[in-house]
């Protein structure tokens, strides 16, 4: 409970009230000066002093100073009368209380206010730097194209006269060949009267030194010569990018460890190598035994290939030449049509190898003296590649041959 | 240089929108007009002179062809005739003299596929020896003509049988500092730079950078060789000193990944060879020294500093021309349909 403050002092002027509160020792800085204009309260714990104002004051311009163990409000009057009285009459509960209320509200009010045109002072202020900012950059902006637009007139200019320094020495150059070939016609005609002397020529060419090497001779076109070079290898047709070599890369090996692991649960594979459980090398090493001869092993490798993954078209083309070689006919047209079921769709990349796949089968074919098919694959794989010089000669025989006028021979050439 | 006064600007004096898509275009020497190429919508090849005429540039002549028309050089000739060679989509090489353009002065067969790039030596006053015009191609192969032979290349790079081929897409000529001197440089997709030496007909020096090269130029075509800028895919460019060549490690190179995107063209400007642009920034190369690596030779490529830079256009800028009359005078053509030509100024400070 404060305690409430009843020896203050009070005198007056027509327009102010001086109101002296002794401090009772309180400290000045913990002293509260709350007022509004009907109402004043003075805080300085545990003292309170408040004082309802039986008429109205200005709180704007009213001054509190604190010190000396006294605080002395000077507190101006809306209206310049003299008080009958500091506070008002009867104290019922009620009425202050409401009076304390007004109080309150009013002061937050006039917070409210004064908050909100401080703040729209800033604004201004703020709208006015920007405008100013715009406007210097404005400024340098436009010099700077003023800067660059005199420097294209500039190079305008020079290039105009430029142009007309180059016509001008044009039409010099026009009107002194014109005089020369002048002078040389006057001195032909001239010597030609005379014994016939060398004409060396007396006409000097000032020209630009470049026209000097129109008179020596130029070298001889040289002896044509091809070099032969190597690219970097590289697996796709496009162009490098190191942004995008990792995808690639991973790409790649992805694509290997798909041939590679299709059919790994074959048991009896356990003690095979490393080496020879991957279907890419089989099929190499296949090729090297074909080339060398030894068609019964490379036709066990690839074996072994297949085994390891049935979808490589390439383990059939190759398995189905071995065939051929070792007069195995119908496994040789078995693995050509594998080759050729697994060769769908018919696109640009798997070209080459189809036409392998039906040459081979037609060969085949022709081996087992089923002329007739054999020549529908030959046909076939002309229908690929129409310019194959060993095709053509072969299906020509073919036709001959089932024509009946070729009596001997021929198996057609093997072109694998 | 460091005050932004004295460093060069790049201006964009005139700017010419098209109706065809240009590809290549080329100052004509000796005068204030330059030749576009390209081609049409209707897929007819065209090429266009233009001539600059006080702020603006108007359309002296139009000559439209079969086929769309990739590249052009005037290197080969001479200053008075002022022939063009021009490579096309057909895979044709032909001289064309721009007064009476119906027909060519030569023309060729010169690949199966598309000429990418074109290089001409030996003209203009230029260097000595035979004029002579190279062409690289989609087909892989590098071919070397003579206007005075026909039908038959003077030299030919091409793959060894059955080799997969790679695409060329730049060459340049250099070292052609005498009458029998020349060397080749030919930049492919997959990231190799060849050098070709025409002497001995044989491969001098080769390396892979990794990035598909777009564009290859010796900074002067008519000396000992001195640098090669070699530009490539994803940004990057790398500068090459040819001066002094080890055995082992080849020439010294300083690399720079200056853009975010591919770098389409370099062009050294030809009054000053230390100064080049790459499209479109401006680059300046200061200093190649040579150091003893031991007791072999080894260059060292000295260090780049970056003058200036401009963004012309949101399209690349596939083509770029500076004026050997004008110094700073440079005409540039994009993928946006439009030709520009830009004046860049402070050159002589450098």
């Not at chain 1, 010089?389 to 694998?416: C, Y």
Request: one cysteine or more.
């Amino acid at each position: 409970m404060p305690l409430l403050v009843k020896d203050y002092s009070w005198t007056q002027t027509p327009s102010s009230i001086c109101l002296t509160i002794p401090l009772k020792r309180a400290n000045p800085r913990k002293v509260d000066v709350f007022a509004t204009d009907e109402y004043l309260k003075v805080h300085f714990p545990p003292f309170l002093l408040e004082v309802f104002f039986s008429e109205a004051i200005d709180d704007d311009t009213s001054v509190a100073k604190i010190g000396n163990g006294v605080a002395v409000l000077t507190l101006r009057k809306k209206e310049d009368r003299m008080w009958e009285q500091l506070t008002i009459d009867d104290a019922d509960k009620e009425i202050l209380k409401s009076i304390r209320e007004r109080a309150v509200l009013k002061a937050q009010e006039k917070s409210a206010a004064d908050s909100k045109t401080r703040a729209e002072k800033k604004q201004e202020e703020n709208k006015y730097t920007l405008e100013k900012m715009m406007k210097i950059e404005e400024g340098q902006r436009n010099n700077i194209e003023k800067l660059k637009a005199d420097e294209r007139e500039r190079a305008t200019a020079e290039l105009e006269a430029w142009k007309l320094q180059q016509k001008r020495e044009a039409e010099k150059e026009e009107a002194r060949k014109n005089r020369q070939t002048q002078e040389q016609k006057i001195q032909l005609s001239y010597t030609s009267q005379l014994s016939p002397t060398k004409n060396t020529g007396t006409a000097k060419y000032q020209r630009k030194d470049c026209d000097k090497k129109n008179l020596a001779p130029l070298p001889a076109p040289r002896a044509p010569c091809t070099i032969k070079i190597q690219f970097t290898p590289r697996v796709f047709p496009t162009a490098l990018r190191e942004s995008r070599v990792p995808e690639e890369e991973e790409w790649l090996k992805k694509q290997a460890d798909a041939r590679r692991q299709t059919s790994t649960d074959v048991s009896a594979l356990n003690d095979l190598k490393e080496d020879e459980r991957n279907p890419d090398w089989l099929k190499e090493k296949g090729n090297k035994l074909f080339v060398t001869g030894n068609y019964l092993a490379a036709v066990n490798a690839y074996n072994l290939a297949i085994q390891l993954n049935r979808k490589i078209p390439a383990l059939y083309l190759n398995r189905a030449a071995c065939h051929i070689k070792l007069k195995n006919l119908h496994k040789a047209i078995e693995d050509s049509s594998q080759a050729l079921d697994l060769l769908l769709p018919a696109v640009a990349d798997n070209a080459d190898a189809r036409m392998k796949a039906y040459v081979r089968r037609g060969t085949a074919f022709c081996e087992l003296e089923l002329y007739a098919e054999g020549l529908q694959d030959y046909d076939a794989a002309l229908k690929i590649d129409p310019y194959n010089q060993t095709v053509l000669s072969d299906a020509e025989k073919i036709r001959q041959f089932i024509q009946g006028s070729m009596p001997d021979h021929l198996a057609p050439e093997k072109n694998m | 240089m460091s005050t932004p006064s004295e460093k060069p600007q790049i201006i964009s004096h005139i700017h010419k929108s098209l109706n065809y898509t240009v590809f290549d275009s080329k100052w004509i020497p000796c005068s204030a007009k330059f030749v576009c190429m390209g081609n049409f919508a209707r897929g007819t090849g065209v090429m266009q002179i233009y001539e600059v005429e006080r702020g603006e540039v108007h359309l002296v002549k139009e000559i439209e062809k079969a086929k769309p028309i990739k590249c052009g050089t005037f290197g080969a000739t001479s200053l008075q005739q002022r022939h063009i060679a021009t490579g096309d989509f057909d895979g044709n090489l032909h001289i064309w003299n721009l007064e009476v353009p119906d027909v060519p002065v030569y023309s060729v067969k010169a690949h199966k596929e598309i000429v990418n790039c074109i290089d001409g030596v030996g003209g203009l006053g230029i260097g000595d020896g035979a004029p002579e015009i190279v062409t690289g191609s989609r087909d892989g192969t590098v071919k070397v003509w003579d206007p005075r032979q026909k039908d038959l290349p003077v030299a030919n790079m091409e793959p060894v049988e059955g080799e997969a081929r790679r695409d060329c897409w730049t060459v340049a000529f250099g070292h052609a500092f005498n009458d029998q001197d020349r060397c080749v440089c030919a930049g492919y997709d997959n990231g190799d730079i060849k050098l070709f030496d025409l002497r001995n007909m044989s491969l001098r020096w080769e390396k892979n950078i990794k990035n598909g090269v777009c564009c290859v130029e010796f900074d002067r075509k008519d000396i000992s060789m001195n640098k090669l800028v070699a530009t490539s895919l994803e940004g990057n460019f790398h500068v090459f000193d040819m001066r002094t060549q080890h055995p082992t490690k080849g020439f010294a190179s300083v690399s720079e990944k200056a853009h975010k995107s591919t770098v389409w063209q370099v062009r050294h400007l030809p009054q000053n060879r230390d100064v080049f642009m790459t499209t479109v920034h401006l680059f300046f190369l200061y200093g190649c020294r040579c150091e003893t690596d031991g007791d072999v030779d080894m260059g060292v490529a000295g260090t780049l500093n970056l003058l200036q830079n401009i963004t012309l256009s949101t399209q690349p800028i596939a083509s770029l021309d500076w004026s050997p009359d004008k110094q700073g005078l440079c005409v540039c053509s994009a993928f946006d349909q439009a030709v520009r030509v830009l004046i860049v100024t402070k050159l002589n400070r450098v």
